[in-house]
């Protein structure tokens, strides 16, 4: 439980933790949750988040969102931006599975024709995408054409064959972040990662299939441009990252930093913030290959949504297209990204790291594809595998107080050890299934650790993101089938 | 030698302490912990041998290393140990490691966890009271 008396309240759904809190912070900290969820949030995020704070030419305040928990270095659910000349990047302030996200894609299939062949297309699904420790994937490349996955990301799916027309526009930065360097990439991450395209990985990492939740509806005029257009739709939600070639990136450079602050005479609180300028060379050179594991997972969830479409093909005996499987979009949750905001009167460049955070650019905005800009980026927040998920849009008000960010999921209450301790994964199974989610898990045991009461509520964070004006609620989705990795 | 959760350490991970009698031995815990947390290591069997030779600056960085050489064999030659026998230097600087496990099989492995990197949050080695410690947060 946090020690919350000396924030300042500064509305029902955000709190300011002074610069007097801790020696050393260069900002104050700002919390978006209500005083239920603040109260009930862990010592680590508090201790995490002002940490955060002290850290070389950090800008204005260092955020914790309403999914915060206790990570490593930064708090899941942080974001901080940073001076681009005077101030630094962390491999801990965007995590070790880099660009890590969620992705997004409709069907015109209702639940009422979906759900006599749930338990076929889930089967299908956990048989064509390879989930679990330690999986190969399917797709093989060769070391020139994974330089161009690093360099190029979607626009390689589109000009390979493995991405409709269309799709590369609905992924954040039009399906690649520019500024990858290949050469700043170790042969081990390179090993690492070669023939994992195409992989969900494991932990909070699924494939759901979910119904549009008719009680839910919250915005029926926003869900139409995404062409979601009635109740018991049936969507497909995935979420994994760049697997064991952005792990290993992380890894390389977290040993790198942590040898260079010395150098650059930087002090932090906790190992995990090893960070060094962003000017400098050790900077320059993570953040290329940082793009290069940004790239790479976007195409990683792209391979992945082909197969998805193959078996809705195959199961429902229509082609994709005819089933209207288009992505609604992709968006990044463990990034570091140089972007322009407007903030202390002046309009600058950044570096905007955020971890276990989602970019929520309010309308109008240029970086925001073409159908959807008048609105608002789509905000993809995923839940536990029980209790659903939602679809927001981005807002002015985020552009003007988080530097266009918000949450990314309902953040866990409970240690892996702990939840398993609570419940079996062979039982939760059963449960699910009574309550209409059929599961393939690729273990047991992983299966219990992600059981939804081991996770906030996510209707509750939602709410808070959402009354505090930082994004704004579209539609909830219900699960029906999951595949947990 | 031996290891045991840390429950209430970074909820979306998994952390662990261990313990031993010489550096050698926290480190056999430490990669059994790693182990634990992938598969239940009941299913394992010791049937391929792989030789690691490793140097570091120093015992902390030597640990996070052999750490990440085994989640480096999970990932690129499918290989999960059970066994470890492990020599470190005396001044904790060098080590040479056998390990012994088998390919992943997913009919007859309990497999659980894959584990994505050996975090620096709250990490490192002790010296107390005779007894050597180390505090680990793996990212998950």
Redesign the interface.
Known sequence: MAQTSSFKQLSDYSWEIPQSYKPGMNVPAKIYATRKLLEAMDTGVIEQVTNVACLPGIVRQAYAMADAHWGYGFPIGGVAAFDIEDGIISPGGIGFDINCGMRLIRTNLTYSEVKPKIKELVDLIFKLVPAGVGVKGFLRVSEPQFDEIMKYGVKWCAENGQAWEDDPAHVEEGGYIKGADPSKVSRQARTRGIDQLGTLGSGNHYLEVQVVDPARYFDQELARHFGIVQDDQVLVMIHCGSRGFGHQIGSDYLRVFDGAMKRYGIQVKDRELACAPFASKEGKDYYGAMVCAANMAFTNRQIIVQRVREAFSRTFHREAEALDMHLIYDVCHNVAKVERHFYEGKSADVLVHRKGATRSFGPGHPDIPAPYRGIGQPVIIGGSMETGSYLLVGTQKAMEETFGSTAHGSGRTMSRTAARREVRGAELQRNMLDRGIYVKAATMDGLAEEAGMAYKDISEVVETMDRAGISKKVVALRPVGNIKG | MTFR?L????????AFEAEAGSLGELFESCALALTDI??DPATLKPAVARDISLES?DAD?LL??FL?EL??A???D?L?FREYSIETAPDGRSLRATARGEP?D?ERH?????V?????????IRHEGGKWMATV?L??
């Open positions: 959760y429950p209430d350490v970074a909820l979306a991970d998994v992938m598969v600056d960085r996070y290393d990440t989640i480096i999970k990932d690129v499918s999960l992943i997913r309990s497999l659980r966890n894959d994505k990197a050996v975090t620096m949050h709250m990490f490192g947060v990212d998950i």
